[in-house]
């Protein structure tokens, strides 16, 4: 077992701190996204009833800015582990197919949508498929059962200035591989990289929503 408190104490450490307005800015955009379309600002402030002014303040903000892809047409196309084109991660969210950045992707965003996912990945080192049922509260099924996550050693963390970069650098190094032996095969080749029970990664996601978002998802509760 890992000590899941200091490593979430080193990511937290390399994190965004947000606002209470940026927080429900990148909140409302993760659920606007999650319908399957680009996002423009108009549209995100017209579903979060505040000023397009507010909505732009906040996503051109140093913590949010990184976490964006736009199209051509100056639309979110994805947003903080969220996708809409295509990716190695198959999300599936009221049948809507939808796509992460990494497998902890996968593990944080059903809560901040509050709604459950089905992911289907594939394994790198095997090349054997992976699928998991995930819920804002916990997974519910997955196959293999002896599924891993591969994560990237927070002493290895660079702080991005662009969602680019941090694919590169973070999302890269953190897979669903089929087995604990699997996982050990793969991070043995890629250094910095260490391999994370599911149960472990989904605590991890968990602490991670708390941290960025934990105002208003308490708030969108209630």
Known sequence: MHDLKQIFARLEAADLELTEREQLVALGLYRELARGMPVGREQLASALRIPTYDVAAALDSNELACLAFYDDQNRIVGFGGLAITPTAYRFIVDGRELYTWCAWDALFIPELLDRTAQVESTCPETRLPVQLRVAPDGIEAVDPMKTV???LSPSALRIEETAAETTES???FVHFLVS????QVWTDRHPGAFVLSLEEAFALAQMLNFSRFGLVLQRARE
Do not use: I
Request: proline share 0%.
């Open 149 to 151: 996550v591969s994560f």
């Open 170 to 172: 973070f999302c890269r």
């Open 180 to 183: 604990h032996e699997a996982g």
